[in-house]
């Protein structure tokens, strides 16, 4: 059975730091990803790490986002250094079982399993 739990999301002002950490069941995943959303609005794609450690992150957060993922503790983690009120959205951890999830061509619709998302708020 797959399970995708977040944590770490909260409130923090402009330029600070957050981590986010998703705790999955197991690690037979082709891909892992983080996405986020909010209301009203798609839910894209902002990091994603493959079973090969190679990293793709959305322009808007290159520099200051960094996706790592511990294969023995089974965690993925999104560091978020120089936050900006438009980062403020809920945070999604997403699993695929093919490695194609972490291509260019690959989009959420990719992702067959989700977490329940953690809210950020970044306060100008």
């Known amino acids: 059975q797959v399970q995708l739990v977040e944590s770490g999301g909260g409130s923090v002002q402009a330029g600070g730091a957050l981590r986010l950490s998703c705790a999955f069941s197991?690690?037979?995943?082709?891909?892992m990803g983080w996405f986020r959303q909010v209301p009203g609005k798609e839910r894209e794609g902002v990091a994603r790490?493959?079973?090969?450690?190679?990293?793709r992150y959305a322009d808007s957060v290159k520099g200051r986002f960094d996706v790592s993922k511990d294969n023995a503790k089974n965690s993925l983690s999104l560091q978020m250094n120089a936050l900006k009120p438009e980062d403020t959205a809920k945070y999604y951890c997403?699993?695929?079982?093919?490695?194609?999830?972490?291509?260019?061509?690959?989009?959420?619709?990719?992702?067959?399993?989700w977490g329940r998302g953690t809210q950020v708020t970044v306060s100008s």
């Open positions: 790490i493959g079973s090969d450690g190679i990293t």
């Open positions: 997403a699993a695929s079982f093919s490695a194609f999830a972490c291509t260019s061509d690959a989009n959420r619709w990719n992702f067959a399993y």
């Open positions: 197991r690690d037979t995943y082709g891909c």
